[in-house]
C-alpha cells in the first residue's frame, strides 16, 4: 500500500481548517529544506555581528564567548552571512543526506 | 404575511436583505447589479437598518471585506455580476472553504469580450468550483424567497458555507414584478439570529486560513466537498419550514408537465417562465413534452434530478453559457455525467441559447426540442449547437 504522508484526517481536521493553538509556529521547525549551512572559522572572526545584523531569519545570536552562532533550527543557508562577513570567516558547506 | 406589491426585483431584494437584518454589506456596483446595492445604501443611510455599509474601492475588496466580517461574526450581504464576480474570483474560494458563511445575490451577465452587460450564464460558470451552495431563481418572489432561505442555510451551523443566489441580469433584476415581502416578525423568526461555530476574539485567539502545506491541503477540501455535499438535508428542511411559513414550496429540482413526458426540455433561471409557455403550446399541439428546471445547481441534485426524468426519452438541455473548445456546455456536461453508464437513462442533447441577452422565444424552444428528438433519431456530428446563431 502507497505510504499516506496526510499529517490530520479529513473527518478530524478543525473547523476551516483553523489554527486552534496560539502561538504554535514556534514548535515549526522552518530550516529543514536547506541546501548548504554556514561555517564559522573562528580564527578568522573579530566579532563584529555583521552576520548577526545581516541575518534575514535572524537565527544568529551571540554566545558567552562574544562569537555569533546560527540557530539551525532556522537557518535557510542563504548565505548573507557569508557574503557580509568583512573577513570571510563563513563559508557556505553543502548538506549532506 | 405582507401585502403583495408591483415592485422591481432588485429592489424587493434588498428589502429581503433588510428583513433578513444583514450586519455588514460591502458593496459595489456593476451592471445590472447596481439597484440591489444602491437601495441598500439608501435603506442603511436612511436608519432603516442597522448595518455597516462598506463602499469598497473593488470586488476583489468587498469580497476580502465580506470574509473579514464574517470572521468577526456578522451578517454579511453582497452581490455582484461578471467583470465585477471574476474580480472577486481570487478571493471566492476562500470563505468556502473556510466556512464564513455570507450571502451574494449575483445578477447573471455576460462575460466580455465582446463589452456585454446583458444576461446569460457564462458569470457564474466561471465560478463553478469555488464551493458555495448555488441557487438559480426563476422570477422575483423566487429571488426574495431564496435570498432568505440563503441566509438560514449558510448560517446554520452544520453548513457554515457561503451561499450565491443567481437572478437573471435584467429579465429579473430590473423588471418590475408582483412581490410578496414577508413582515419583519416572519423573518424573524425564520432566520434566526447569526451564532458563528467561532469569530475572531483577541481571548480565545485562532489563526483563520492558515497554509495548508501538502500534508493537510487534500484534507481540508475533502472536509469542505463532504460538508458541501451534507448540506443537502439542510437545504431541503429550510425549503420545507419556508413552504410551511410562507406557502410557497421550493425544491432543489422543478417539474412542469414532465411526468410521462417523452422529451424533457432542462432550463435554469427566468428563461424557464417562456420554456413553459413553450410546453403548454407544445401539448396543445399533441407532443408528449414536459420541462425540469433546475433550482439548487451546488450541490448538484443528482438523485432529485434522475426522478424527475426518469421515464423520458430524450433530454434537451439548454446552456446559457459557451466554454469555447469544451465537448459541451457546463449543464450538459454535468447531466451526461449524472447519468452516465446509468441503464435506462435517456439520450441527452446539449444546446447553448440566449447568450449575451439575445432572447430565448417559444419558437427557439420548440427548435430545440424538434432538433433533440431529430437527433436521438439520427446522431447529430456535434457533442453541443448554437441555437439561433446567423451564419451570413
Given at each position: 500500500?502507497?505510504?499516506?504522508?496526510?499529517?490530520?484526517?479529513?473527518?478530524?481536521?478543525?473547523?476551516?481548517?483553523?489554527?486552534?493553538?496560539?502561538?504554535?509556529?514556534?514548535?515549526?521547525?522552518?530550516?529543514?529544506?536547506?541546501?548548504?549551512?554556514?561555517?564559522?572559522?573562528?580564527?578568522?572572526?573579530?566579532?563584529?555581528?555583521?552576520?548577526?545584523?545581516?541575518?534575514?531569519?535572524?537565527?544568529?545570536?551571540?554566545?558567552?564567548?562574544?562569537?555569533?552562532?546560527?540557530?539551525?533550527?532556522?537557518?535557510?543557508?542563504?548565505?548573507?552571512?557569508?557574503h557580509q562577513c568583512p573577513k570571510d570567516a563563513i563559508t557556505m558547506v553543502p548538506e549532506e543526506g | 404575511m405582507g401585502k403583495r406589491i408591483g415592485v422591481e426585483v432588485s429592489i424587493a431584494v434588498a428589502d429581503a436583505v433588510k428583513l433578513a437584518r444583514a450586519e455588514v454589506i460591502p458593496a459595489y456596483p456593476i451592471t445590472p447589479q447596481t439597484h440591489i446595492v444602491e437601495h441598500l445604501a439608501e435603506i442603511v443611510a436612511n436608519g432603516e437598518l442597522d448595518a455597516e455599509y462598506i463602499p469598497v474601492e473593488s470586488e476583489h475588496a468587498a469580497m476580502s471585506a465580506c470574509c473579514g466580517a464574517v470572521a468577526a461574526g456578522a451578517r454579511v450581504f453582497t452581490s455582484s455580476s461578471s467583470q465585477g464576480l471574476s474580480l472577486m474570483s481570487e478571493i471566492l474560494y476562500i470563505?468556502?472553504?473556510?466556512?464564513?458563511?455570507?450571502?451574494?445575490?449575483?445578477?447573471?451577465?455576460?462575460?466580455?469580450?465582446?463589452?456585454?452587460?446583458?444576461?446569460?450564464?457564462?458569470?457564474?460558470?466561471?465560478?463553478?468550483?469555488?464551493?458555495?451552495?448555488?441557487?438559480?431563481?426563476?422570477?422575483?418572489?423566487?429571488?426574495?424567497?431564496?435570498?432568505?432561505?440563503?441566509?438560514?442555510?449558510?448560517?446554520?451551523?452544520?453548513?457554515?458555507?457561503?451561499?450565491?443566489?443567481?437572478?437573471?441580469?435584467?429579465?429579473?433584476?430590473?423588471?418590475?414584478?408582483?412581490?410578496?415581502?414577508?413582515?419583519?416578525?416572519?423573518?424573524?423568526?425564520?432566520?434566526?439570529?447569526?451564532?458563528?461555530?467561532?469569530?475572531?476574539?483577541?481571548?480565545?485567539?485562532?489563526?483563520?486560513?492558515?497554509?495548508?502545506?501538502?500534508?493537510v491541503y487534500t484534507e481540508a477540501k475533502v472536509a469542505h466537498d463532504h460538508v458541501i455535499k451534507n448540506s443537502r438535508k439542510v437545504i431541503l428542511?429550510?425549503?420545507?419550514?419556508?413552504?410551511?411559513?410562507?406557502?410557497?414550496?421550493?425544491?432543489?429540482?422543478?417539474?412542469?408537465?414532465?411526468?410521462?413526458?417523452?422529451?424533457?426540455?432542462?432550463?435554469?433561471?427566468?428563461?424557464?417562465?417562456?420554456?413553459?409557455?413553450?410546453?403548454?403550446?407544445?401539448?396543445?399541439?399533441?407532443?408528449?413534452?414536459?420541462?425540469?428546471?433546475?433550482?439548487?445547481?451546488?450541490?448538484?441534485?443528482?438523485?432529485?434530478f434522475r426522478a424527475a426524468t426518469k421515464h423520458a426519452k430524450v433530454l434537451a438541455v439548454i446552456d446559457r453559457c459557451l466554454p469555447p473548445g469544451a465537448v459541451c456546455g457546463p449543464v450538459g456536461a454535468e447531466l451526461r455525467s449524472v447519468f452516465y453508464k446509468i441503464p435506462g437513462s435517456p439520450k441527452i442533447f446539449s444546446f447553448v441559447a440566449g447568450l449575451g441577452g439575445r432572447d430565448v422565444t417559444v419558437e427557439r424552444f420548440e427548435e430545440i426540442i424538434d432538433k433533440a428528438e431529430q437527433y436521438a433519431k439520427r446522431r447529430p456530428k456535434e457533442l453541443y449547437e448554437v441555437i439561433g446563431v446567423r451564419e451570413k
Open positions: 500500500m502507497a505510504i499516506n504522508d496526510a499529517i490530520i484526517g479529513w473527518k478530524t481536521i478543525t473547523f476551516g481548517c483553523d489554527v486552534v493553538e496560539p502561538g504554535n509556529s514556534a514548535n515549526f521547525r522552518t530550516g529543514d529544506w536547506r541546501s548548504q549551512r554556514p561555517v564559522l572559522d573562528k580564527e578568522k572572526c573579530i566579532k563584529c555581528g555583521m552576520c548577526w545584523i545581516f541575518c534575514p531569519d535572524m537565527c544568529y545570536s551571540q554566545t558567552d564567548d562574544g562569537y555569533f552562532e546560527a540557530d539551525m533550527e532556522y537557518c535557510k543557508g542563504c548565505g548573507i552571512c557569508a | 470563505p468556502s472553504t473556510m466556512r464564513l458563511p455570507m450571502v451574494m445575490v449575483v445578477a447573471n451577465r455576460a462575460m466580455s469580450a465582446p463589452i456585454s452587460i446583458w444576461n446569460d450564464h457564462q458569470d457564474i460558470m466561471v465560478q463553478r468550483d469555488i464551493g458555495w451552495i448555488q441557487t438559480f431563481a426563476e422570477n422575483g418572489q423566487e429571488a426574495v424567497d431564496l435570498v432568505l432561505h440563503a441566509f438560514r442555510v449558510a448560517e446554520d451551523r452544520k453548513v457554515s458555507l457561503p451561499m450565491i443566489v443567481n437572478i437573471d441580469g435584467f429579465t429579473l433584476s430590473h423588471v418590475i414584478e408582483p412581490i410578496e415581502l414577508p413582515t419583519q416578525e416572519e423573518v424573524d423568526d425564520y432566520i434566526p439570529p447569526f451564532k458563528p461555530k467561532r469569530k475572531l476574539d483577541p481571548r480565545k485567539p485562532v489563526t483563520m486560513g492558515p497554509v495548508g502545506i501538502p500534508e428542511k429550510a425549503w420545507k419550514e419556508f413552504a410551511e411559513k410562507f406557502g410557497r414550496e421550493y425544491h432543489p429540482v422543478e417539474s412542469y408537465k414532465a411526468e410521462g413526458a417523452d422529451t424533457i426540455l432542462v432550463t435554469m433561471g427566468s428563461i424557464s417562465e417562456t420554456a413553459m409557455t413553450a410546453i403548454d403550446k407544445m401539448r396543445d399541439d399533441g407532443k408528449n413534452v414536459g420541462l425540469v428546471r433546475i433550482r439548487l445547481w451546488r450541490p448538484f441534485p443528482a438523485q432529485e
